[in-house]
């Protein structure tokens, strides 16, 4: 079983930049799918981005493409998630998930294991 804890949120202005991270413990993340989701106020909660396991594809839903990029420390055993120019509509608590497997997937029920969940907030 690994355990998951997401840092790094906080508030920031538009068209700014934050690096969430994901840190594991329990077990090697890079044995495992990591996907990234977030709910906004009043929103369900939606899939941002996936990285499959071992150096696998990734992918990311369209509001974000070209703008979020999810990355792997395998020293630090730690999963990143870059996002870049950000919009109000990007707030959100900002979770991360793990499932042992190789292929990922922008869909809750695919994966067994999450964190606790960190708060971003894009705003002047």
């Known amino acids: 079983q690994v355990q998951l804890v997401e840092s790094g949120g906080g508030l920031v202005q538009p068209g700014g930049s934050l690096r969430l991270s994901c840190e594991a413990s329990?077990?090697?993340?890079?044995?495992?799918?990591i996907g990234w989701f977030r709910q906004g106020p009043g929103k369900e909660r939606e899939g941002v981005g996936c990285?499959?396991?071992?150096?696998?594809?990734?992918y990311y839903v369209n509001s974000v493409k070209g703008r979020f990029t999810i990355s792997r420390d395998n020293v630090k055993n730690t999963v990143y998630l870059q996002m870049n120019s950000l919009k109000p509509e990007d707030t959100a608590v900002y979770y991360c998930?793990?499932?042992?497997?190789?292929?990922?997937?922008?869909?809750?029920?695919?994966?067994?294991?999450w964190g606790q969940g960190t708060q971003v907030t894009v705003s002047s």
């Open positions: 329990g077990s090697t993340l890079d044995n495992y799918a």
């Open positions: 998930a793990a499932d042992f497997r190789f292929g990922c997937a922008l869909i809750e029920g695919s994966y067994r294991n």
């Open positions: 990285i499959s396991r071992r150096g696998g594809p990734s």
